[in-house]
T-cell receptor
Framework: GEDVEQSLFLSVREGDSSVINCTYT??????LYWYKQEPGAGLQLLTY?????DMKQDQRLTVLLNKKDKHLSLRIADTQTGDSAIYFC????????????FGAGTRLAVHP | DTEVTQTPKHLVMGMTNKKSLKCEQH?????MYWYKQKAKKPPELMFV???????INESVPSRFSPECPNSSLLNLHLHALQPEDSALYLC?????????????FGPGTRLTVL
């Protein structure tokens, strides 16, 4: 079945890079997404990658996709306290483009 | 305008009440979604509307009744809810069809059922 897995917690020092990892099961997924959720707020779309790409960079964010291992990662360069949040990885479900399958979310804590 | 708005921000209701959640977007998106999110969990899809027609119902109990009166608005009517229905209810919108599914989320309505 469809499943997306993430580690639950990551702690980094301010100014360091953060790497959040995700594995997915559906090799037919066309798009893979990263969302950020701050406490009490909705989800903010950070970036996405099309499945025929290996890498995508957008300012401090770098997404790497390893299709063979079905592994997706999000690297945040120069992590700031404002980056503290929960980060969700998501893939498009087999039902079509209208359904997203979310991972459990990784809580990123940034400390001075 | 790249915003999805939701009202109210907070809602407290009794188990016999009837209330409605509202969602609005002006991005020209023709797909709209309702999600339920419990604390420390990912969002769970409830309903999808595509071109104002219900296309996905994830076996949601009938005490939740969605409505899409036009391409910009999405409602969720609530009746006879249970305390376990307390959660953050998120609305989202996206392009419809196969052009990619970047879903844009609203801030949510925090619902408490007493």
């Amino acid at each position: 079945g469809e499943d997306v897995e993430q580690s639950l917690f990551l702690s980094v020092r301010e100014g360091d890079s953060s790497v959040i990892n995700c594995t997915y099961t559906d090799s037919s997924s066309t798009y893979l997404y990263w969302y950020k959720q701050e406490p009490g707020a909705g989800l903010q779309l950070l970036t996405y990658i099309f499945s025929n790409m290996d890498m995508k960079q957008d300012q401090r964010l770098t997404v790497l996709l390893n299709k063979k291992d079905k592994h997706l990662s999000l690297r945040i360069a120069d992590t700031q306290t404002g980056d503290s949040a929960i980060y969700f990885c998501a893939e498009t479900g087999r039902d079509g483009y209208n359904k997203l399958i979310f991972g459990a979310g990784t809580r990123l804590a940034v400390h001075p | 305008d790249t915003e999805v708005t939701q009202t109210p921000k907070h809602l407290v209701m009794g188990m016999t009440n009837k209330k409605s959640l509202k969602c609005e977007q002006h991005m020209g998106h023709r797909a709209m979604y309702w999600y339920k999110q419990k604390a420390k969990k990912p969002p769970e899809l409830m309903f999808v509307y595509s071109y104002e027609k219900l296309s996905i119902n994830e076996s949601v109990p009938s005490r939740f009744s969605p409505e899409c009166p036009n391409s910009s608005l999405l409602n969720l009517h609530l009746h006879a809810l249970q305390p376990e229905d307390s959660a953050l209810y998120l609305c989202a919108s996206s392009q419809a069809g196969t052009s990619g599914n970047e879903q844009f989320f609203g801030p949510g309505t925090r619902l408490t059922v007493l």
